[in-house]
DNA sequence: GTCCTATTGACCAGCATGGTCAATAACTTT
DNA sequence: AAAGTTATTGACCATGCTGGTCAATAGGAC
């Protein structure tokens, strides 16, 4: 990253970053073009080399924008008050839904560098911490006592995230094929918890037990 | 296809047709390279081409074996008998683990072209036929008698599917990550049916009620 | 006018692509 | 053994895209 981009504007920085993260999240470091980067962008490309010394730079630039970001932006927001592991994974499934729709470049792009190998050695160690923090803000100050005592926790644990994931994977095919109707969201948070209360049903103790 | 792949014992077109779908199911259509399948399947470029036209020819026969294997294999297991929806799914998912373990580069081509889109116009209809199908297998004559009733059906099957795909997708990290160590084939078997076992715990009447 | 910075897009060599084709190897038939 | 037919090779080609360069120029500051 050269001096002309850090004088840029956060607005267009931020711009030219996220649309690179689309490219490498879409194709993956090789197969990224910088010729579409620099076209979806609207800028020339002899702009993108003023700003950046290679491809290489640019990956690790946006690398370190879409780590930055996305720690600042979430770890503040997960700490966590006691509750159970149900209403503890909901949380975490709206603060990070939330994310994903506000900044979706870079959500795509931080679990696209959670799965990605080779130009990443420099960051497996900030990935080691966000996996050991993502569980920390899973399971910390988790109120084990409302499962029902009939069933194995660790078991029950798995099947209430895959329920979440699964819930969260059919939305998302939804949306992408309805498109969002603004209009409805009541009625999709009504199914979500009406999702919540069966798992609640299913999982924890009868209430006054 | 020209005559002469014809006239090749079957087990070189399989040998030729599966190399070539491990290739398009990686990179899809486009992204594919005529040049790796022939290096992977150990023949050289022109005699691809003695074989089939171009590269559509190729990967409109790869798609058209790819289906029919998939069905003449599959469908004739599937015969359904009366059982719980549970018990319907686990004998879902071990037959289609036999056959994704038997063929795989069929099995990933074909769940490729279940989601690819363009140059499959003429197999829409097919896919669609597999689709009706594939739900037929999963839901006629299940006993749905068996579930408790204070949850909502639909809401408990979904959540019943989305812990086998969840599980099975667990396992396949698993294996893929630390190998398949065909000791502990009975361990595994276990833990499927501890799971098997806790979800009829869930969803199921208790026993004599 | 004179700097200095920002910005362009034509241009380059390199590489991989899908596809061709003359040469030849390997069988069959006579 | 000769002739004919089919199988098989790999060098070769035009094309298109790649990451990257650079002379030209536009814009603003002094």
């Known amino acids: ?3 002309p981009f850090r004088n840029l504007a956060d607005s267009q920085q931020y711009h030219i970053l996220t ?9 993956g ?3 990224a073009s910088t010729n579409r ?4 962008a609207g800028i020339s490309k002899g702009l993108l080399y003023y700003y950046f ?3 290489e ?3 690790l630039s946006t690398a370190e924008f879409a780590y930055d970001h996305f720690t600042t932006h979430l770890l503040g927001r ?12 909901a949380r975490l499934s709206r603060i990070k839904h939330v994310y994903f729709t506000q900044h979706p470049e870079i959500a795509r792009f931080v679990t696209h560098m959670y799965y ?3 130009l990443l050695e420099a960051y497996q160690s900030k990935m080691q911490k966000l996996r050991e923090w993502s569980l920390r803000a899973m399971y910390d100050n988790v109120d084990m006592t409302l499962f029902r005592t009939d069933i194995d926790r660790e078991t029950a644990m798995k099947m209430i995230g895959w329920t979440f994931e699964g819930y969260i994977k059919e939305m998302e095919q939804y949306f992408e094929k309805e498109g969002i109707d603004f209009d409805q969201v009541d009625t999709y948070f009504e199914q979500f918890g009406g999702y919540l209360d069966t798992m609640r049903k299913l999982y924890y103790k009868e209430a006054g037990q």
Chains 1, 2 share one sequence.
């Open 1 to 3: 990253m050269k001096t």
């Open 19 to 27: 649309t690179a993260m689309a490219e490498f999240s879409e194709h």
């Open 29 to 31: 470091y090789k197969a």
């Open 37 to 40: 980067i620099v076209g979806a």
């Open 53 to 55: 010394e290679n491809k």
């Open 57 to 59: 730079a640019l990956y």
């Open 78 to 89: 997960f700490m966590t008050e006691a509750e159970g592991f149900i209403e503890r994974l």
């Open 116 to 118: 990605a190998e080779g």
